[in-house]
């Protein structure tokens, strides 16, 4: 078995979402697991001086248009919510908290939050909601909104992004395959060749 591929994302990023919906179907064709990272950009940007790219003139407007037009490619469900980009560090946390304690589960968290800003327009950015998604796949609600308000579960996400910028991630999704880094859900081509050739 080859090493994992290492897979960064920001619950807000569309095309993180497009990338977490295809990734893992992707590796298991080469016999690659995937580990899964979020990450904060918001934390990443201020590290890069960049800013988030729908408010930028021009690129924005383009963005809007190419996050469904790339939902619509990938075969990939995604309707962009009312309220975005969003603040999600109540999501990062919540899946290290679950991962520490069962990494399937914690996988099952990520895809249901993606799905639930892309997909059904809800607002992550609120703690509540989160908490709500996470105990309708059978988390005990209380117990993740104590873990929320630990120093200990919000020092791990912050841990986890300055990791991440370590490692040379400066964005959302950001695939790295045995040392090489693939930054956009518009290099997803590239990667599938990565796995298929062994680099090139």
Do not use: N
Not at 25 to 32: D, H, N, S, T, W
Not at 84 to 108: I, K
Request: net charge negative; aromatic share 12%; charged share 25%.
């Amino acid at each position: 078995m080859s090493e994992p591929i290492d897979f960064y994302f920001d619950f807000t990023s569309p095309y993180g979402y497009l990338m977490s919906e295809k990734i893992d179907a992707l590796a298991e064709r080469f016999g690659r697991k995937v580990r899964w990272h979020p990450v904060l950009l918001g934390m990443i940007f201020k590290t890069t001086g960049a800013t988030a790219p729908v408010g930028i003139p021009l690129k924005g407007d383009y963005l809007r248009r190419d996050f469904e037009r790339s939902g619509r490619y990938f075969e990939v469900p995604l309707t962009m919510p009312a309220k975005f980009p969003v603040a999600t560090q109540a999501a990062g946390r919540t899946y290290y908290w679950l991962h520490g304690q069962d990494c399937a589960l914690a996988r099952r968290f990520a895809h249901a939050a993606y799905r639930a800003m892309f997909r059904e327009g809800k607002d992550i950015s609120s703690p509540e909601e989160v908490v709500g998604i996470a105990a309708s796949l059978g988390v005990d609600a209380a117990a993740l909104s104590a873990a929320l308000q630990t120093d200990e579960v919000k020092e791990r996400l912050k841990t986890e992004t300055e990791a991440a910028m370590d490692r040379g991630v400066f964005g959302s999704p950001h695939v790295i395959i045995d040392g090489e880094a693939f930054w956009g859900m518009d290099r997803y081509e590239q990667i599938e060749r990565w796995l298929e050739t062994g680099g090139f």
